[in-house]
């Protein structure tokens, strides 16, 4: 058996070059970066004008089928795939999410890449890194004290102390914070009220700093946030609080994209990290689009398979921000695949190619669906060293009579080299197939009428059933107005329906929309199909007690 090194041990004994070495190979300057030691850097104000003007590189989205709960390396094929751009010789630049010390405390470990595909230094940026999910849950909990003192101070505004919706936040899994009382202890002590903490990554505050094209956008957007009803029912915003410049103010510096390396010393920037299900899971705006101005590929990743990630991509992000993609990428694994064709979670190293074939029309399904957005694809499969010959000739026959382009990837093994036909097959569809790429729907249509879109369209679903509490939001939401914006599906990740256990691709299914929640700072509207956790616990036996430090003050166990 082949000894196979953790993704920190190979992170920790690889090079990096001074930030600003990678830098330059962009065309930036020191002049252009705030500085966090030597591999790290912000870029300054003054450089993200400047690139303004520039002409805009190729947009590479990377998505994938339904994922098992391991992850079936969207992250570790974007790394990849940009140093396999380098590598043939293109000017490219990675675009992806920072991670949430929340999961990585869990069970899911870092989220930077892994095997020889990763961004460094790895440990920095899944720790604290430059301080960005710092500042937003201080911005986040500003507000929330900025509330209760409004209260305490005469509650001019006429805030119904019952429907705060603005709750408090952590960068942490802590379940007992999900529901809290505060205020007790007597008049001198606030005004009693049941209140709850999110994880940082699931406040509004994240997706608004995502969504942002600049300083003043991000001060627009934050005073939109609703924060409360009043006693007629209306939304109360942060405009009305009047605490929009203050919190600006808290998140001038987070609002800069940071830039570090792969282990190839491809470019990255890594920025924002909303959560893909009560947010839109996507890097910052503004770290994609600086990239593009800087590139001449820039790969990206949404969360969550394509019936999420990509979909909000789509709708959401590229449409806010006047993005194109000009590919996509789906990522595949053999040992998904054979859970979608029905073998269980603890049989997948066991070769099973009937299985196989049929686990393949859950990626089918997401080809369609991405065809169906005008958009050209590539199929990345991520080999695992337990694939087996058979099997991953099964699925390159399976896409091959079915003409779709596809790319066995062996990133995380090989780094760049392990990609490079996947770079190579995605410059042939660019060249043979160009973008035509079209939202599935308008934003004029009505909001039930978003969501049956996406749910037949993007899911396959039969029909949308609304509780009658949806039913009165939407009455309510037409009211104030907000009928224009996108919709952000909270839907499991794992199925195409709204149901965990269905895996493959169901068919004949009801999409039920429980309850919805505005982000109208964010711009759009959530849509919530079921429990959606935005304050998760931590498992039996969390990833954190596999860490420690080394005498040297490295981190150890960080995956
Ligand atoms: P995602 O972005 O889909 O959540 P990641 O890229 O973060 O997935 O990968 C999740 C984990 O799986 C990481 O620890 C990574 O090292 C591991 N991994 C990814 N691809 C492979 C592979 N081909 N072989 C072995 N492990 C892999």
Redo the contacts with the bound molecule.
Sequence with gaps: KPVVKS?IEIAQQSFMKPITEVAESIGLHEDDLELFGKYKAKLSTDALKKLDAKKSGKIILVT?IN?TP????????TVGLGDAFTKIGKKAIIAMREPSLGPTMGVK???T???FSQVLPMEDINLHFTGDLHAITTANNALAAFIDNHLQQGNELGIDQRRIVWKRALDMNDRALRKVVIGLGGPMQGVPREDGFDITVASEIMAVLCLSTDLQDLKKRLGQMVIAYNYNKQPVTVEDLGVQGALTMLLKEAVKPNLVQTIEHTPAFIHGGPFANIAHGCNSVIATKTASKLADFVVT?GGFGADLGAEKFLHIKARSAGIKPEAVVI?ATIRALKMHGGVPKTDLGREDVQALTVGFANLKKHIETIESFGLPYVVAV????TDTDQEVRTLIDLCDQGNIPVSLTEV??KGGEGGVDLANKLLEVIDKKESNFQPLYDLSESLENKILTIAQKVYGAEKVEFSSKAKKQLKDFDSFGWSHLPICMAKTQYSLSDDPTKLGRPTGFTITIREFKPSIGAGFIVALTGDVMTMPGLPKLPAALRMDVDENGNAIGL?
């Design positions: 993704d994938s994922p391991a992850g079936e390396g969207k992250s570790t094929v470990g870092g989220a890449g892994g095997g990743e990522v991520n080999k695992f060293i995380w093994e995956f």
